[in-house]
């Protein structure tokens, strides 16, 4: 679940007074570094336990709520001070949590940082080239299939599953032509072929119990549909479902044909197959189609 930007703030004072009264003279690193960012990350974390870095083994210490990773390719670079604490730098911190992360968690972590502005693209694709550490060949599949412009950490997942389901290249974010809210601020889809006229909106709790939010998506799917655009309308309960990813890919797939005389190529790939530039996908994805 994404948190609001006020959650985020909470839990990095909580973590501050956590790591000063724990005085950690180690720096700090995965969630917890994430924490002091932040940022929000893609996997569970238990709130008590703090984490640091240390070069090799024979510098770790048992102490009740520190668990401490080793990385012997740390270097005095890699270090930040943030609130009179030692902590990874955010690239630093996302490499050394990779071993840990799948390549949809990856993905998820860099959209994330980069929308914070942790770092942007370029900074993190050279640190990666640079570096030695476990789980890079998982990392250099999430750099090819990072998309600038993601608003969420579910967005993300949701563009990537369905483009390892066929879907081509997504617009995110897509401002609609001509179409506005009655305030006048512009109508956008957060997933969008915009050739095809089809759409894809995350809904989140939040568009369920703010009675303001259900207006506008109601305004927002009643306006599509008489500009003829396919909305199609995503829950958390969808996004943990095969079968029901299977079919919104294939729901997806018939307009498409129907649209456009082609039926797609709709073979599931793993998101390792589908960071190969040599897919269809990516032909099909610079045509356009």
């Known amino acids: 679940m994404t948190r609001t930007q006020t959650q985020l703030n909470d839990v990095r004072t909580r ?31 238990d709130p008590d336990t703090l984490h640091v870095m240390v070069r090799d083994a024979s510098h770790r210490r048992r102490t009740a709520h520190i668990r ?7 270097q005095s670079t890699d270090i930040l001070y943030t609130e009179g604490l030692q902590v990874l730098s955010p690239e630093a911190t996302a490499v050394t949590l990779a071993a840990k992360l799948d390549i949809m ?15 942007t693209f370029p900074m993190f694709a050279d640190y990666v080239h640079k570096r030695t550490f476990h789980g890079k060949k998982r990392t250099l599949a999430a750099l090819k299939l990072y998309q600038a412009g ?10 990537l599953e369905l483009n390892r389901r066929g879907i081509p290249r997504l617009a995110l974010n897509y401002v609609v032509p001509n179409a506005w809210y009655p305030n006048r601020a512009s109508i956008t889809f957060d997933l969008a072929l915009p050739e095809m006229m089809i759409a894809w909106e995350y809904q989140g709790d939040h568009h ?49 044909a129907q649209r456009t005389g082609t039926v797609p190529h709709m073979e599931i790939l793993t998101l390792q197959q589908l960071a190969d530039r040599r897919r269809l996908f990516w032909k099909r994805s610079s045509l356009g189609t």
């Open 15 to 45: 973590t501050i007074r956590q790591c000063k009264t724990a005085q950690i003279r180690n720096p700090l690193c995965g969630a917890t570094a994430l924490k002091l960012y932040g940022t929000e990350f893609p996997f569970a974390d």
């Open 68 to 74: 401490a990773h080793t990385w012997n390719q740390l």
């Open 105 to 119: 968690q990856q993905v998820m972590l860099l959209e994330a940082m980069v929308r914070n502005q942790l770092f």
């Open 150 to 159: 993601s608003a969420s950490m579910t967005e993300t997942a949701l563009r």
């Open 208 to 256: 369920r119990t703010d009675k303001a939010q259900y207006r506008r998506d109601a305004y927002k799917g009643n306006l599509a549909r008489s500009k003829h655009w396919t909305l199609f309308d995503v829950t958390y309960d969808d996004l943990r479902n095969e079968q029901r990813l299977n079919e919104l890919a294939l729901h997806a797939a018939v307009i498409i």
